[in-house]
Nanobody, 125 residues
Framework: QVQLVESGGGLVQAGDSLRLSCTISGRTVSNYAMGWFRQTPGKEREFVAAINWTGDRTYADSVKGRFTVARDNGKNTVYLQMNSLKPDDTAVYYC???????????????????WGQGTQVTVSS
């Protein structure tokens, strides 16, 4: 069974940085496309970033230039480096895996097959 576990969230001040990690167990991640999403109470889940197995990436406009998604297939881990954090970045962050389309970079949550439990990121002003 495939499991995704996020880590690295926390409470930081505006302008600070955090790096989130998403480790996959039960299956090699090398041929999965991966995505990061976030959600705040009362709002819909929002796309943040995605990376396919060859390293092609895309970002939401709200994080472009501040966030970087990367992967280490040897460690079965995907990262989200978040710089210049803003209070609006406060959310629960989820990683997701697209099992069947390794070249796809998709912003649609319904395209992903596996999800982590989420990690809280809180940015104070």
């Amino acid at each position: 069974q495939v499991q995704l576990v996020e880590s690295g969230g926390g409470l930081v001040q505006a302008g600070d940085s955090l790096r989130l990690s998403c480790t996959i167990s039960g299956r090699t991640v090398s041929n999965y496309a991966m995505g990061w999403f976030r959600q705040t109470p009362g709002k819909e889940r929002e796309f943040v970033a995605a990376i396919n197995w060859t390293g092609d990436r895309t970002y939401a406009d709200s994080v472009k230039g501040r966030f970087t998604v990367a992967r280490d297939n040897g460690k079965n881990t995907v990262y989200l480096q978040m710089n210049s954090l803003k209070p609006d970045d406060t959310a629960v962050y989820y990683c997701a895996a697209d099992r069947d389309h390794p070249y796809r970079i998709t912003r649609w949550g319904t395209d992903y097959d596996y999800w982590g439990q989420g990690t809280q990121v809180t940015v104070s002003s």
